[in-house]
């Protein structure tokens, strides 16, 4: 989901529909899988939303999002108005297996990216420098490896060809002009993900279906993400948020995308109809645990659980529910990340929120809080969210299981954080410094020599993990 914003700003009413086991596909359900597979407006008349509703609102012809590109106009337009995945569907070789991947590639990147996955399990693995390795390809590779690493295929008798197409259009769904979310977030999370589930808790419990289950969670748990949050798609009466009421509308939408895709390629379709409505059913819940307007209500659940030592990882609920928890921490893992990765991570989600602060004073809509690129800084925002939101997942997970790896992300925090710490304080003294040197200079008309930028970097990423 949006993890980053909507701390800020949690909604006053939170209806937690969604209680396990109690999700059906109602007629609502139907109407968002359909609109998601077929995907532009002539079918949104058919269910009840008028096409003419999109071009008559003001701010439904905002393309929010390719304003991080710089394709011409109309075809902004059109990217708006249909999904990511039609639009590149003539471009990505769609149903057309075991085109895209390495062997197209420089051999000597090739043998690289077969290097660094053996080392997949590393928390202080590069999925940036995995992802030039892979030619932009790091979500399919590294999905498609770590299915494979854990025999999925075998064991759920998946055909290799629909796998690969599913990965090809999962990772084509992300939207790559997004500073933020794309495709290399969602390898990260899914990285991230498979280091939490090989952790002694996990992996001495988990099935093979919570396996899979977690990993494709991971892999499409933003997918289709528009780069802007749910109170933005409210104010400007974007059709999602309609659909969805007001309520987990990304995340909703995450899902839904995940479900259509995982249907049309028909990946499950040799599953009894059982089986694969209950993960897709799964598949919802997890993905919908990341909305992090519902935060407190995980973590109270989960300070509970560890207060009274009540969890039974034997149990099939518990297992679901501590898969939910570790999606939520691989989901806003980037604190707890070796500098040199939190940092890039730090400047790709702050770019995010001030592009759609432009966006929103550009249409004279009120700036949603983090987004205004005068009053924010990467600093700023990085301190706050680990005080608010990360510290207090992290510690409990620590608790949860009390490794060497919860420890190693316990200590990246406190170090990131310190960092961006003094390098707040650093900037405050640079600029209090010019402004001095500026008044005393001023008479001979001499401008401040400027003075070197907090671009100093703080060595402390090369920790062993
Ligand atoms: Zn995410």
């Not at 974007?238 to 899902?255: C, D, F, G, I, P």
């Not at 009120?366 to 510690?395: H, K």
């Amino acid at each position: 989901g949006c993890v980053y914003l909507s701390w800020l700003i949690v909604p006053a009413v939170i209806i937690s529909w969604l209680t396990r086991g109690a999700i059906s596909y109602d007629s609502s359900d139907q109407t968002a899988l359909y609109i998601r597979m077929l995907g532009d407006v002539r079918v949104r008349s058919q269910v009840g939303f008028e096409p003419e509703r999109r071009s008559s609102h003001p701010y439904l012809c905002i393309d929010f999002r390719t304003l991080h590109s710089n394709s011409e106009p109309e075809r902004r337009i059109q990217r708006l108005l249909s999904f990511q995945r039609y639009l590149h569907s003539s471009r990505l070789l769609r149903g057309i297996p075991q085109q895209i991947p390495l062997h197209i590639l420089d051999e000597d990147y090739t043998g690289q990216a077969r290097c660094m996955l053996e080392k997949v399990g590393h928390w202080n693995f590069d999925i940036f420098l995995f992802d030039k390795f892979t030619n932009g390809n790091s979500l399919i590779n590294l999905t498609f490896h770590l299915l494979n690493q854990y025999g999925m295929v075998e064991l759920f008798q998946l055909d290799m060809v629909k796998l690969w197409r599913f990965l090809v259009m999962v990772q084509e769904d992300y939207h790559s002009d997004n500073p933020y979310h794309n495709a290399v977030h969602a390898a990260d999370v899914t990285q991230a993900m498979y280091c939490y589930m090989q952790e002694p808790m996990l992996a001495k419990s988990l099935t093979s279906f919570d396996i899979l289950l977690g990993l494709l969670a991971a892999a499409t748990h933003d997918l289709d993400h528009p780069g802007v949050n749910q109170p933005f798609l409210i104010k400007t009466d974007h059709y999602l948020a309609t659909l969805y009421r007001n309520t987990s509308v990304l995340e909703n939408h995450h899902w839904k995308s995940a479900v259509g895709l995982l249907r049309e390629t028909g990946l499950f379709s040799h599953w009894p109809a059982e089986d694969s409505l209950n993960m897709e059913r799964e598949l919802g819940s997890l993905i919908l645990a990341t909305d992090i307007s519902r935060q407190n209500d995980y973590l109270s659940r989960f300070r509970q659980h560890l207060d009274q030592e009540s969890l039974c990882l034997s149990n099939g609920s518990h297992r679901h529910f501590i898969l939910q928890m570790a999606l939520k921490c691989a989901d806003i893992c980037n604190p707890c990340r070796p500098w040199e990765l939190s940092k890039q991570w730090s400047e790709k989600v702050t770019e995010e929120f001030f592009q759609q602060g432009d966006v929103e004073k550009k249409h004279k809509l009120e700036v949603s809080p983090l987004c205004d690129r005068e009053i924010n800084s990467v600093g700023n925002i990085q301190i706050g969210f680990m005080t608010y939101v990360a510290e207090p997942l992290f510690a409990e997970w620590a608790r949860f299981s009390d490794t060497r790896l919860s420890q190693t992300m316990l200590g990246h925090m406190r170090l990131n954080k310190a960092s961006w710490g003094s390098l707040q304080q650093e900037q405050t003294l640079t600029s209090e410094e010019a402004e001095t040197s500026n008044a005393s200079t001023s008479r001979e008309g001499a401008a401040a020599a400027p003075r070197g930028t907090s671009s100093k970097e703080i060595p402390q990423g090369s920790r062993e993990s």
